[in-house]
């Protein structure tokens, strides 16, 4: 299949190229990068990770990034052109996975910072708490699909070069358990938890202030 850089560039990325002198540029590369499948090295890219980062756009247009850590693979190559992810227990705003279902619309970024390397991925999305893969992420609540409409690879020149310490101990084991955060601790947000939740913090030493909050996770003990 021929992809048409029309249906990938908008009219204002093309004035752009146009007023830098890139057109040509941007075109070898298109032609050179871009494609409408995940090939099999790519997916091995993919599925080496454990961490990427995800942008989606509300229907006002305000668009939002969030990072999303699990285990090596949290982001599931099911074929060429589909990926899904889940959704973990999270601060209850749902801001990408509510943006996901206003527009439908997601860009991942998937990054190694040790070699480094790095991969983009644009589609449509549907979101689900009864997908057929929810049995692959113990502790999700909900789980993305992605279908694939652009996969390409960037430049790594750019990425500065990082040395992975540990994997997060908060990423749900083969039970769906976790450890309960510090910031579900805090006193002010006591009243909007869950009985479950708020036993898990008495079980935990009890309630923290907001600055304690901050000094943990200055700390690095969110």
Same mark, same amino acid.
């Given at each position: 299949m021929t992809l048409d850089p029309d249906a990938f560039y =908008?009219?204002?990325q093309r004035k752009m190229q146009a007023a830098q002198g890139t057109e040509r540029l941007a075109g070898t590369v298109f032609d050179a990068i871009v494609w409408d499948a995940i090939d099999?090295? =790519?997916a091995g890219f993919i599925e080496s990770r454990d961490f990427f980062f995800l942008a989606t756009v509300d229907g006002a247009g305000r668009p939002t990034v969030s990072y999303k850590g699990g285990p090596p693979g949290v982001c599931h190559v099911v074929d060429e052109r589909t990926l899904v992810f889940p959704s973990y227990d999270g601060n209850g705003m749902f801001k990408s996975m509510g943006n996901a279902v206003d527009t439908g619309k997601a860009g991942l970024l998937f990054i190694d910072m040790v070699t480094p390397n790095r991969v983009r991925v644009q589609g449509s999305v549907t979101v689900s708490d009864t997908d057929p893969d929810m049995g692959r992420y113990p502790g999700a609540s909900l789980v993305a699909r992605v279908a694939v409409e /652009?996969?390409?690879?960037?430049?790594?020149?750019?990425? /500065?070069k990082h040395t992975r310490v540990a994997a997060s101990p908060y990423v749900p084991d083969a039970s769906g358990c976790q450890p309960h955060p510090s910031w579900k601790r805090i006193d002010i947000v006591q009243d909007a938890l869950g009985a479950e939740d708020r036993a898990k913090t008495a079980a935990e030493g009890g309630t923290i202030t907001m600055d304690d909050y901050a000094e943990k996770l200055m700390a690095g003990k969110s």
């Open positions: =908008t009219p204002a099999a090295q =790519t /652009h996969c390409f690879l960037n430049c790594a020149r750019y990425i /500065h």
